[in-house]
C-alpha cells in the first residue's frame, strides 16, 4: 500500500518513517513538510498514494485545508499532539487519530483498521452497483451501468456518461483503475477505461461507444478480447 508522510515536523516525520518500515503491505512513496509540498506531489502522475498520514497543524495549509483541496481523497490517518481536533478528523471520515508522540502498539492498532477496510472496499466495490466522485466541492453519485468510460486529461481524468453529463476529478486514470477493481470495467489504452457492456462494435485498434471512437493499444488488446464473450 502506497502511502505518503505530511507533517512540518522533521522529527515527527522521521518517527513516522520508522514505524512505516516495519509494516511489509507499506510502501513509502514520500515524505512532504508543508500542505503546499504534498499539494505539488499529489499533482504529479505517477505519485498515486493509497494512505495518507496528516499532520493536523501545520503553517499555511493546514491538514483539514488540504484534503479539502483534494479531489480524490485517499485513505487518511492524522496525527496530532492535541486531542482537541478528534471530531474534526473523523468528520472528514479518518480511518485513525493518532496522538503524538505515536507509540508502537498504537500504531499496530491503527493498521488493523487500514487492512480491514482495505479489503472491505475491495469486496464492496467489486458489487457495487454505484460510485461517488469529489466534483466542485461535493460528492456526486454515479450509477456504474450510466458510466461510458474515463479518459485521461492531463493531470485529470474526465468521466463521460450516458445521460450526457461529464465529470472531472482530479487524479490519474492508473489509479482510478486500481480502485474501480470491477469486472464491468477495462483499461483498454494508457488513456482510457471503458466499461464493457457500452462497446457497441469493434474494429483493428478502436471501438466504439456511442458515437465515440476510443483506441486500444496493442498490450491491451488480448486482454479485451478475452473478457468479451464471443460466439
Same mark, same amino acid.
Given at each position: 500500500?502506497?502511502?505518503?508522510?505530511?507533517?512540518?515536523?522533521?522529527?515527527? @516525520?522521521?518517527?513516522?518513517? @520508522?514505524?512505516?518500515?516495519?509494516?511489509? =503491505?507499506?510502501?513509502?512513496?514520500?515524505?512532504?513538510?508543508?500542505?503546499?509540498?504534498?499539494?505539488?506531489?499529489?499533482?504529479?502522475?505517477?505519485? +498515486?498514494?493509497?494512505?495518507?498520514?496528516?499532520?493536523?497543524?501545520?503553517?499555511?495549509?493546514? %491538514?483539514?485545508?488540504?484534503?479539502? @483541496?483534494?479531489?480524490?481523497?485517499?485513505?487518511? /490517518?492524522?496525527?496530532?499532539?492535541?486531542?482537541?481536533?478528534?471530531?474534526?478528523?473523523? +468528520?472528514?471520515?479518518?480511518?485513525?487519530?493518532?496522538?503524538?508522540?505515536?507509540?508502537?502498539?498504537?500504531?499496530? =492498532?491503527?493498521?488493523?483498521?487500514?487492512?480491514?477496510? =482495505?479489503?472491505?472496499? =475491495?469486496? $464492496?466495490?467489486?458489487?457495487?452497483?454505484?460510485?461517488?466522485?469529489?466534483?466542485?466541492?461535493?460528492?456526486?453519485?454515479?450509477?456504474?451501468?450510466?458510466?461510458?468510460?474515463? +479518459?485521461?486529461?492531463?493531470?485529470?481524468? &474526465?468521466?463521460?456518461?450516458?445521460?450526457?453529463?461529464?465529470? /472531472?476529478?482530479? %487524479?490519474?486514470? &492508473?489509479? /482510478?483503475?486500481?480502485?474501480?477493481?470491477?469486472?464491468? $470495467?477495462?483499461?483498454?489504452? @494508457?488513456?482510457?477505461?471503458?466499461?464493457?457492456? &457500452?462497446?457497441?462494435?469493434? +474494429?483493428?485498434?478502436?471501438?466504439?461507444?456511442?458515437?465515440?471512437?476510443?483506441?486500444?493499444?496493442?498490450?491491451?488488446?488480448?486482454?479485451?478480447?478475452?473478457?468479451? &464473450? /464471443?460466439?
Amino acid at each position: 500500500m502506497k502511502c505518503l508522510i505530511v507533517d512540518d515536523d522533521s522529527m515527527a @516525520r522521521a518517527a513516522l518513517e @520508522r514505524l512505516c518500515s516495519k509494516q511489509e =503491505q507499506l510502501e513509502i512513496m514520500g515524505t512532504c513538510e508543508s500542505g503546499e509540498e504534498a499539494l505539488k506531489f499529489f499533482k504529479k502522475e505517477e505519485n +498515486e498514494v493509497e494512505l495518507l498520514f496528516l499532520d493536523m497543524e501545520m503553517p499555511g495549509i493546514s %491538514g483539514l485545508e488540504l484534503l479539502d @483541496r483534494l479531489t480524490v481523497l485517499p485513505m487518511v /490517518i492524522f496525527t496530532t499532539s492535541k486531542v482537541d481536533y478528534a471530531f474534526d478528523a473523523f +468528520e472528514y471520515g479518518a480511518i485513525d487519530f493518532l496522538k503524538k508522540p505515536i507509540s508502537q502498539p498504537r500504531f499496530d =492498532q491503527a493498521m488493523l483498521k487500514v487492512t480491514g477496510i =482495505q479489503v472491505g472496499n =475491495q469486496q $464492496f466495490l467489486a458489487n457495487s452497483k454505484s460510485l461517488y466522485v469529489r466534483t466542485e466541492g461535493k460528492f456526486v453519485r454515479l450509477d456504474c451501468e450510466d458510466i461510458l468510460f474515463f +479518459e485521461n486529461v492531463g493531470d485529470y481524468v &474526465r468521466i463521460r456518461t450516458a445521460t450526457g453529463s461529464n465529470h /472531472i476529478i482530479h %487524479g490519474t486514470l &492508473r489509479g /482510478i483503475d486500481e480502485r474501480l477493481n470491477d469486472p464491468r $470495467f477495462l483499461k483498454v489504452h @494508457r488513456s482510457y477505461i471503458v466499461n464493457l457492456d &457500452r462497446i457497441v462494435d469493434i +474494429e483493428e485498434n478502436t471501438l466504439v461507444i456511442e458515437k465515440t471512437v476510443i483506441p486500444i493499444s496493442r498490450a491491451h488488446k488480448p486482454i479485451l478480447m478475452n473478457r468479451l &464473450r /464471443i460466439l
